[in-house]
Antibody, heavy 125, light 108 residues
Framework: QVQLVQSGAGVKSLGASVKVSCKAS????????INWVRQAPGKGLEWMAW????????DSAQKFQGRVTMTRDTSISTAYMELNRLTSDDTALYYC??????????????????WGQGTLVTVSS | EIVLTQSPGTLSLSPGERATLSCRAS???????LVWYQQKLGQAPRLLIY???KRATGIPDRFSGSGSGTDFTLTISRLEPEDFALYYC?????????FGQGTRLEIK
């Protein structure tokens, strides 16, 4: 069965960096993009970025550009998201999610079908 | 960036009633790239609807999605106790994605 298992919670200092991992199992890791979504306490979902595990190509929301780095290690089916220069606004639950894309006839669909359990990152002064 | 605005922010209804949730985009969205999720407290989001109107596997038929262009709707025909949760719409752009801010569906 498909599973995405994320690294554990952590507390970081202002200005520090955090690296969250997302280990995939139950499917071919390189066949599906991994996306990162965060949720601040009591707030909504915020899409951050994606990585193509096959090619390593990635992109992010404009507000995170220059501050977020996505990498992967295909030998262990794991994707990573590193966020730099942390502020208190970065305190959030960070999720990885698998993006499924398929085409039927002339229509193509995108959606997140499996999610990790979330990693709580707390930024403290 | 396409901004998705969901309304209402909170919807208070009773079990058995019909719920209508709205998702409006700041510019036209390809309907096959419009998705709805449900999120319960302490859980990751769960896929409900993709392609604006296609129910995901295992989703009851009381959930339906509709819309095109900039206006999309999630309808729950007869609310069950387990439907009271947060609901988010999401769109996929060329290389990015955005979520709406969510609608909280609460028991009246």
């Amino acid at each position: 069965q498909v599973q995405l298992v994320q690294s554990g919670a952590g507390v970081k200092s202002l200005g520090a960096s955090v690296k969250v991992s997302c280990k995939a199992s139950g499917y071919t890791f390189t066949a599906y993009n991994i996306n990162w979504v965060r949720q601040a306490p009591g707030k909504g979902l915020e899409w951050m970025a994606w990585i193509n595990p096959n090619t390593g190509a990635s992109d992010s929301a404009q507000k995170f550009q220059g501050r977020v780095t996505m990498t992967r290690d295909t030998s262990i089916s794991t994707a990573y998201m590193e966020l730099n220069r942390l502020t208190s606004d970065d305190t959030a639950l960070y999720y990885c999610a698998r993006r499924l894309r398929y085409c039927s006839g002339s229509s193509c669909y995108n959606y997140f079908d499996f999610w990790g359990q979330g990693t709580l990152v707390t930024v403290s002064s | 960036e396409i901004v998705l605005t969901q309304s209402p922010g909170t919807l208070s209804l009773s079990p058995g009633e019909r719920a209508t949730l709205s998702c409006r985009a700041s510019q036209s969205v390809t309907s096959t790239y419009l998705v709805w999720y449900q999120q319960k407290l302490g859980q990751a989001p769960r896929l409900l609807i993709y392609g604006a109107s296609k129910r995901a596997t295992g989703i009851p038929d009381r959930f339906s999605g509709s819309g095109s262009g900039t206006d999309f709707t999630l309808t729950i025909s007869r609310l069950e106790p387990e439907d009271f949760a947060l609901y988010y719409c999401q769109q996929f752009d060329t290389t990015t994605s955005t979520f709406g801010q969510g609608t909280r569906l609460e028991i009246k």
